[in-house]
């Protein structure tokens, strides 16, 4: 059997071809197409990349700090993965993370840049497919620059092995530092821009919270950074490296990566649901009950109930 | 690899969007009208990598094969255009990228067709219109896509 054009991308992009490794990842943000197939195959060889996340506030200095980062990795084959906002209205992007990172990544680096395309959370839909092609060819570690992220949006946390988080002097007081969110989620603090004022004080503000925090077998290092003046990335990339190295030792790394492949099928589980959902609205039941809850007879959540009820295949309708 | 690299262009939004490397060559430091035509394309539903100033033919070859770019747009004013625009050209085509080579910035009318002729895919000047920059960028990628 003479090889598919799928397979001579595959292989071209386990040897080191940039070009085929762009091609699989355009093909994999692009729902049907080959984004399937090139998923499947790419799963059954993946599982061997470190995955780090890479997330904080907008200009924090995520991309200036990742691009150092994979250059301090000393790997043989870095990749990043670079998610800036698309636009809500016209869903295009300005994708400006590259043009932090390529002047001092080494030419052994392959950067990606990806647009949310919609997608909530920092993230895009195709990361994970897109780590899973990355770490497929051979790519590790993959460092995920998330979008300048708020309190709320942690879903790079369960798609990295590592989340590191990038805060800057000034960003909050010790208030912020305790309230829910994103610090919490963090493996790895950088407070970068430490050549700013008052670095010191934010992670003594940082350090409290852990202090308050619960007992773990981890706690999360706040590591100084001048990420323009490469300072302090050494020790960033030992901290990383030291966080590997538990998550290996304690055993948290499979189940951390079980997790998060149950996230994903939980995901797409939930998407293909949602051509049932839209069934179930247009049908006569759900127009019926529309009615009702429009007539102010039932509530919108009793209304959803009933209908799922009776549409559920194992419980049919009674009547 | 051909199967991939034929695959059609996206023709309505809900397909992939255009995906489109934006550099300046050298030293010369014109950025505004980069930054108004980045803009420009993110507002028409365009997908904009941003390179900005100091870029080689080589970084812009290295980003365009990583990114899976449609189109390489270089903005110039320092009159290096009739060096620089076909050596872009040739380093696409060294690297056996079919990526169209947009232009923009000070090109003198007269040099246009010489441009034209090395390869570039089309020329903008001072006071190109939005709808211009959008629609000459969007024909390229189309054209591109259908060789
Ligand atoms: C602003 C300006 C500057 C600013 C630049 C600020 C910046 N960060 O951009 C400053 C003051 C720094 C500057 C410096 C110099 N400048 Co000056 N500058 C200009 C000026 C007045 C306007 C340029 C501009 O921003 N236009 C506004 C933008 C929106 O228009 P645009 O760039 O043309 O872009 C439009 C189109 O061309 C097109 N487009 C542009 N790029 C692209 C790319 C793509 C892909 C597409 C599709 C379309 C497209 O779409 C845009 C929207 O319509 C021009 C004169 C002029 N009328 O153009 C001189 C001009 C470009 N400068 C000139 C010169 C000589 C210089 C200096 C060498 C002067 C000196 N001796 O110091 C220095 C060089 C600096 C350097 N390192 O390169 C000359 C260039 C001569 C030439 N090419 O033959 C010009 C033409 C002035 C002149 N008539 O002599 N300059
Ligand atoms: N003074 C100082 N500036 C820095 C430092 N690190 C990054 N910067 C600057 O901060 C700005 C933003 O840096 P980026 O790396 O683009 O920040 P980002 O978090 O990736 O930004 P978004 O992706 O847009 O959210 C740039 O101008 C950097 O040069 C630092 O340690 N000190
Ligand atoms: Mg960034």
Redesign the interface.
């Known amino acids: 059997m003479s090889p598919t054009p799928l397979d001579e991308l595959f292989e071209a992009a386990a040897a080191g071809n940039r070009r085929a490794m762009g091609k699989l990842l355009t093909m994999v943000e692009q729902p049907g197409g080959a984004a399937s197939e090139v998923s499947e195959r790419a799963h059954r060889q993946a599982g061997h990349a470190r995955v780090i996340g890479i997330t904080g506030a907008p200009g924090a200095g995520k991309s200036t700090i990742t691009g150092r980062l994979a250059a301090a990795s000393g790997a043989e084959r870095p990749a990043v993965l670079a998610i800036d906002p698309s636009s809500p209205l016209t869903g295009g992007a300005v994708l400006g993370d590259r043009v932090r990172m390529d002047n001092h990544i080494g030419s052994s680096s392959f950067i990606r840049s990806m647009a949310t395309r919609g997608h909530a959370g920092g993230l895009a839909v195709a990361v994970p497919d897109a780590v899973r092609v990355l770490d497929a060819v051979g790519c590790d570690p993959v460092l995920v620059e998330t979008a300048g992220v708020g309190q709320v949006e942690v879903s790079i946390a369960a798609a990295a092995d590592t989340t590191m988080v990038v805060v800057t002097p000034g960003w909050g007081d010790a208030v912020q530092a305790n309230k829910a969110g994103l610090l919490e989620v963090a493996d790895v603090f950088a407070v970068n821009k430490a050549d700013r004022p008052d670095a010191r004080g934010a992670r003594r503000d940082l350090e409290l919270m852990l202090d308050l925090g619960p007992e773990g077998d981890w706690r999360p290092p706040v590591v100084l950074t001048i990420a323009t003046e490469n300072e302090g990335i050494e020790a960033l990339w030992v901290e990383i490296e030291r966080h590997t190295a538990h998550l290996r030792e304690s055993g948290a790394l499979g189940r951390r990566r079980g997790l998060r492949l149950r996230n994903e099928v939980v995901d797409r589980i939930e998407l293909g649901l949602r051509g049932r959902v839209l069934q179930i609205i247009d049908s006569e039941a759900g127009s019926k009950a529309l009615g009702r809850v429009e007539r102010r007879e039932v509530s919108p959540g009793s209304a959803a109930e009933a209908l799922l009820a009776s549409s559920n295949p194992q419980h049919p309708e009674e009547s | 690899?051909?199967?991939?690299?034929s695959?059609p262009a996206p023709a309505h939004?809900h397909?992939?969007?255009i995906r489109v490397v934006l550099a300046k060559l050298g030293l010369d430091g014109h950025d505004r009208g980069l930054k108004v035509v980045?803009?420009t394309?993110?507002?028409?539903?365009?997908?904009?990598?941003?390179?900005?100033l100091r870029q080689t033919t080589d970084?812009i070859v290295?980003?365009c094969?990583?990114?899976?770019a449609d189109v390489i747009g270089l903005s110039m004013h320092n009159a290096g255009h009739l060096t620089l625009a076909p050596r872009m050209v040739k380093a696409a085509r060294d690297?056996?990228?079919d990526v169209p080579v947009v232009i923009g910035g000070i090109v003198p009318a007269e040099d246009v067709a010489t441009l034209i002729s090395a390869g570039v895919a089309a020329v903008l000047g001072p006071g190109a219109s939005a709808a211009q920059v959008v629609s000459t960028v969007k024909a390229a990628a189309l054209q591109a896509a259908g060789r």
Do not use: F, K, N
């Open positions: 690899m051909s199967g991939i690299s695959c939004p397909e992939a969007p980045a803009r394309l993110r507002d028409a539903g365009i997908e904009v990598i941003y390179l900005g970084s290295a980003a094969e990583q990114e899976d690297a056996a990228l």
